[in-house]
């Protein structure tokens, strides 16, 4: 919705349709909405697409990462680096699909986990069940939950509890670290 239709509908149907509006069409209202989307991740997969499970552990040294990956992607993925704000073309992603794992192609989140936080990183109030392993981290003084890929070890972002209705989680990602497969399959 453009700022112009938002605030339209502000005026015509008052703050709360105007904000459902704004979030998605298919924004789950309950926990047991949300477990349907974990349960059915693979539904958003392209067809004949096949993406690692977290057992299949991916372990190299940093050298082989550097040489796996773009010097950006190696600095958020390896050495917790994080993106300039509003600098990832996966913000404006709407598609249906997969975001996986730059590093390791693990399944991360869907296009239905996928909401619009205004924060300038791809974020997501849900993620796919055992994607990632979680770390509290102080390096703003504050301690923030740090979450990694369970597969490589890759850090992909910070998880706040100030998402959106039925999870309350916001998975904030750096777009570097994911890599986006449409359910079309043309990318
Ligand atoms: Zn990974």
Request: with cysteine; aromatic share 10%.
């Amino acid at each position: 919705m453009t700022r112009r239709g938002l605030l339209q509908s502000l005026l015509a149907g008052g703050i709360w349709s105007a904000l459902k509006g704004h979030l998605s069409a298919a924004q789950p209202v309950s926990m047991k909405d949300v477990e349907a989307l974990q349960k059915n991740w693979k539904s958003l997969l392209a067809e004949g697409v096949k993406v690692p499970s977290p057992s299949q552990q991916l372990k190299l040294s940093k050298e082989e990462w550097r040489k796996r990956l773009s010097p950006i992607e190696f600095n958020i993925l390896r050495e917790e680096g994080t993106e300039y704000p509003g600098t990832s073309p996966l913000n404006n992603e709407k598609r249906p699909g997969i975001y996986t794992c730059a590093g390791c192609g693990l399944a991360l989140f869907t296009s239905e986990m996928k909401y619009e936080s205004g924060t300038g990183w791809p974020s997501f109030f849900a993620a796919i069940p055992g994607a990632f392993e979680t770390n509290a981290d102080f390096k703003l003084v504050l301690p923030r939950t740090e979450y990694h890929c369970a597969r490589c070890g890759g850090h992909h972002g910070h998880v706040f509890n100030d998402g959106p209705p039925p999870t309350g989680k916001r998975w904030c990602n750096n777009g570097v670290a994911l890599k986006f497969i449409p359910k079309s399959g043309k990318i």
